[in-house]
């Protein structure tokens, strides 16, 4: 056996037998029921409108019953597993065991042997275990691709887009018009090299005269990053959401530094041990904004199918091409996983939080654009341009989607707008008026995709737009210039950071999952609260790579690009800071 070859023994025996944090996230009682609340709690017509829950009452109502734990318990015991505790809400196990047995429970899902309390395990991701687990599976890993997109939006000009342009675009006052003693907060959140400087944060809100803002007012989460693609999106995030959402307690939040939670499937790992966490917590933010994000797993799953079926790839090769030599184009791992986000996103919308997602930055075809022509990568973009491929977790039901639009005085829909219909989740109740009139309309267009290239039955996306061509940023004392829904997204959030505070001081609760009341607002107040656009599609990438088909815009309709439009403070802050 050569030295290498032993090399590989060796790490793959290491791997197998590394102590790593595993969670277990367990069925919890009466779920039919919590959805029901979490929909009547968004509800502005139902009398349990902004009666939110903590967790105490999450575990009185849905956590899982003593007998249950312990068998619960007993059974991952048996399985190796050590320290062994119960979440506070009752909703899920902690544990530690060997990093192989961890991994082999993991990859079953909602297959394993275990209990029925049991619903599936997940490795909390590391650095350590990135490394570990590819040396196993190959100990020369191909390095991750950057997608065009970044080389395209890292212009490094100022143009004439900063936070307050913005603000009086949408007729937000750029002063203060929050008190600290509504204790109400917002949070930006990322992994890998997620991050941002305090001295850039003060440089940048010095240099656009940001007001209300102050070093008391931030908390910073994790450990910063200082250098890489997502401190650039940790930056960007920071600035625009204290720079929109001004005057109110921000938390910067980085729960996993490791690589492959930067770029790969750890992401996914990341935003379900996460957003779990936050269900379990005795304080959350009122807004969290997500920027970042990938092809939803059903839609990669999807593909791999699709090249596979003809006869291109076999499936696992492409999987392994999605996730491993791709950056950030594939990052969630199985549909148990992306069901176990949306059950936490669920919860945290019945205790109060309003989340917010990017629609994503390569229309309704891409992550960010088309592949490289190298042999799969051109069955992928063959595929690519005959179907729809929904991003997560912007097309999940309990979050409001953000879209971009671009020119901050005479707003368009920004060219690479990601949107599009979810392929597993229905169609909430809340938006099925608007994208009716939508289909009706649309379905007569010349670039309106063929049956069977999306499944319009279900979450249409995305539900809102603001601003997403190029903004100025501050990264290590350094000016530069970035685009994309990634800017929109915190921007969004801000507004309804400022709505929230506008709210508490009335002495009214936050606007938890907003979308129901966003959908209802427009509906009985036509062009009061958005604008919308006329001109448009998602048939395009950032960079001008288009496919025949993709969603019109249609004038007065929300649609796939923009959602219900461009953010109109007047009628926002008339109608969502009123009673219902």
């Avoid at 590394?18 to 929909?39: N, P, S, T």
């Avoid at 940790?234 to 939670?261: F, M, P, V």
């Amino acid at each position: 056996m050569t030295t290498s070859s032993l090399l590989c023994v060796s790490l793959m025996f290491v791997a197998a037998h590394a102590a790593v944090e595993v969670r277990v996230a367990l069925r919890e009682r009466d779920m039919d029921k919590l959805e029901r609340y979490f929909h009547d709690v968004s509800n502005p017509t139902h009398p349990s409108y902004g009666k939110y829950l903590d967790v105490k009452e999450m575990r009185n109502r849905h956590g899982v019953s003593e007998s249950d734990h312990e068998t619960a318990k007993r059974w991952l015991e048996g399985k190796g597993a050590q320290y062994v505790a119960l979440s506070p809400a009752g909703t899920h196990l902690y544990a530690t065991m060997e990093l192989g047995q961890a991994m082999e429970i993991e990859k079953k899902t909602y297959h394993h042997d275990g209990p029925a309390v049991v619903q599936f395990l997940w490795v909390v991701p590391s650095e350590e275990v990135m490394q570990r687990t590819r040396a196993a599976a190959n100990a020369s890993v191909v390095p991750l691709n950057r997608q065009a997109h970044l080389r395209q939006a890292m212009k490094g000009t100022l143009g004439d887009s900063e936070p307050n342009t913005i603000k009086k675009a949408m007729g937000v006052p750029t002063g203060v018009i929050t008190k600290t003693s509504t204790n109400n907060t917002q949070m930006a959140w990322g992994t890998g090299t997620y991050g941002v400087q305090p001295a850039d944060l003060d440089y940048f809100w010095s240099l656009w005269e940001v007001k209300g803002m102050k070093k008391s007012l931030m908390k910073y989460e994790g450990k910063m990053g200082d250098d890489g693609d997502n401190y650039k999106e940790g930056c960007l995030d920071a600035e625009y959401l204290t720079g929109t959402g001004n005057g109110i307690k921000t938390i910067i939040s980085n729960s996993n530094t490791s690589k492959d939670a930067e770029e790969g499937l750890g992401y996914g790992r990341s935003l379900l041990t996460f957003a779990t966490e936050l269900t379990n917590s005795d304080s959350i933010p009122h807004v969290l904004s997500l920027s970042i994000g990938s092809l939803s797993f059903a839609s990669c799953a999807k593909l791999c199918d699709l090249v596979q079926a003809e006869g291109s790839s076999g499936y696992d090769h492409c999987w392994t091409y999605l996730t491993t030599t791709q950056r950030q184009v594939c990052m969630f791992e199985s549909q148990a996983q992306t069901d176990g986000i949306n059950t936490a996103f669920m919860k945290l919308g019945t205790m109060g939080m309003s989340i917010f997602a990017a629609s994503g930055d390569g229309g309704s075809h891409w992550a960010f654009g088309p592949f490289d022509d190298d042999g799969i990568g051109k069955a992928l973009n063959t595929v690519g341009c005959k179907y729809n491929w929904p991003v997560f977790p912007a097309e999940s039901p309990y979050v409001t989607s953000v879209g971009g639009t671009d020119v901050v005085d005479n707003q368009k829909p920004w060219v690479a707008s990601g949107g599009g219909f979810s392929w597993t989740s229905g169609q909430p109740a809340w938006q099925a008026s608007a994208v009716g009139a939508y289909l009706q309309a649309a379905a007569q267009e010349k670039i309106w995709p063929k049956q069977g290239a999306m499944n319009s039955t279900n979450r249409g996306y995305p539900d809102v737009a603001a601003y997403a061509g190029e903004v100025p940023y501050v990264e290590k004392d350094s000016p530069g210039g970035l685009m994309g829904t990634s800017v929109a997204c915190p921007i969004f959030a801000g507004v309804v950071s400022l709505l929230n505070d506008l709210r508490l001081q009335a002495g009214l609760p936050v606007l938890g999952f907003v979308n129901p009341r966003l959908y209802q607002t427009v509906a009985a107040h036509p062009a009061e609260a958005f604008q919308t656009m006329s001109s448009g599609s998602s048939r395009c990438d950032a960079g001008g790579d288009c496919c025949d088909t993709g969603y019109p815009v249609l004038d007065k309709l929300w649609n796939p690009v923009t959602g219900l439009g461009w953010p109109k403070w007047a009628g926002l802050s008339k109608f969502l800071v009123a009673k219902p």
